[in-house]
């Protein structure tokens, strides 16, 4: 698991990538509840390139702030690759930020089901250029998955930044 | 300067407060940057209270999304009472929730100035019956400043709730 240290280092290095590129991002998050917003605050100057986040912890949130369709959430349901995509692409327009990384899942220790076991964790990033989204099955404890879930979200802004370098 | 150990405890003593009145929360977050969302959501079982957060990094994202007037804005500065109760006002209403703490602040190092000091925050809960609004100025670095702020807003949100109880 990630430690403290981890984190912030990851969140350090969205920072240098995100000046380097002159790029604003933001994040949308179920599962993690704001923790990737935190760790991205961390930095010193972060306001410079961070616009802030939708923390969708309930549904309807989703909707009303992050413009999932009901359609969506409905047919595929909140832990999904589709949910994920769309929470990324709503708070992208909403925010007003180049880049969003989303994430929606289930921390547990409650929430699972055969179907979407806990653990079940999708990451999406989307920019002007499309999304890429990720599926995780994490095997610890609620904090525990927070972390791993913040940890990839980060990793998955930092290639996404890479990869719009020249 | 409070532990992860009191920080989890706070969050948790929201939980309790929040099921026991059947009551839903929400924060609006600029200076602490997601850290009192992701501590309320360290409690498992908090996705049947807690809606969600809006965290207004950049001032622009405080007016779209948390409705602080421009004006508000521009005549008192982002880091002000009038504005920490709009956000908490706004985000209740984006948010859908019956109690929202906002915290707006100057987390450091930079962004201080003679009249507005590094450290100097203000905490506003919002409910049906009306808002209250703190003022505090933190002497810790920025991760120690975010800490506070957060231990700050989860202990007003408890009291709040407490002050409803019949």
Chains 1, 2 share one sequence.
């Not at 939708?54 to 949130?61: I, R």
């Not at 969506?72 to 709503?90: N, P, R």
């Not at 925010?95 to 179907?115: E, K």
Request: one cysteine or more; glycine letters at 10%; proline letters at 4%.
């Amino acid at each position: 698991m990630p430690t403290d240290d981890e984190l912030l280092e990851l969140a350090e290095r969205v920072g240098s990538k995100a000046r380097t590129a002159k790029i604003t991002i933001g994040t949308a998050e179920s599962c993690t509840g704001g923790l990737v917003a935190h760790l991205v605050t961390e930095v010193p100057g972060s306001s410079a390139y961070f616009r802030g986040s939708l923390v969708t912890y309930a549904d309807q949130v989703k909707v009303d702030l992050a413009d999932v369709p009901e359609a969506t959430l409905a047919a595929h349901g909140a832990v999904s690759a589709q949910v994920a995509v769309a929470m990324a692409e709503g708070a992208r327009s909403r925010l007003g930020a180049d880049v969003v990384v989303a994430i929606t899942g289930i921390a547990g220790p409650d929430g699972g089901s055969d179907d979407k076991p806990v653990g079940l964790t999708y990451i999406a990033v989307a920019d002007d250029r499309g999304h890429d989204v990720q599926k995780h099955v994490w095997d610890q404890d609620r904090a525990g998955n927070k972390r791993l879930s913040a940890a990839a979200a980060l990793t998955l802004v930092i290639d996404r930044l890479a990869s719009r370098a020249p």
